[in-house]
């Protein structure tokens, strides 16, 4: 699994975590999460920890991530996580949409059936030719332009094309053990920010990776 936190103190925590044995087996601060910091990250792990045999990884919808995996490790099967796929479409949606439309999307983006690899994809067809009209309406903005009337809605449904390819590897590769979401390292994240974070805002910046590190080994190790 690989990951971005931010920390309090405005850095980018990446991390790289074999799920099934539960250990972070690289971490990272940056200012952003660029790239090719993620590239020099995997080149670490691939070069001088001999992880050069990595079949999977699963990851949310950034693209920074994505094409960094792509680059060094070309041969990876890529898994979305579920549960950010079903966060953005809501992030897009909210709680209470307006629209019909609206209102069935966030229903068929129920974890249980956004998570059946045979269901999902055919609920999601359907809800599409139903709801065509609808998202094909335009609009017309106060400088003359012709605009989609239902923009967060498409962005939804954009959110889920792209991610569909991506969102069942485990039943495409049924040799492997892929993980559906990252909710173990986002879990880790949020016993670091308990843990060590929380106990200590004020530790100076060239401290910090130090802090992170100590912590990550001791916890490794449990």
Known sequence: MIDGYLLPWGQI????YEYIQEKVLWFSIWDWERKEHIEEDLKILKDSFGYSGIKSCTIDGSMSIFSAV????????VQRCLVHVQRQVRSYISKNPKSDAGKQLRHITRYAILSDSFLFPVVFQIWKQTYLLFLSEKSITPKGWRTYTHKKIRKAMRHIENALPYMFQSEKHRDTNIAFSSNKLEGL?????????????????DRLSSLIALWLYFRNEK
């Open 189 to 205: 994240f949020g016993v670091l920010t308990d843990e060590c974070v929380n106990e200590h805002k004020w530790i100076r910046e």
């Open 70 to 77: 792509r680059s060094i490790y070309p041969e990876m099967i």
């Open 13 to 16: 925590l990446l991390a790289y």
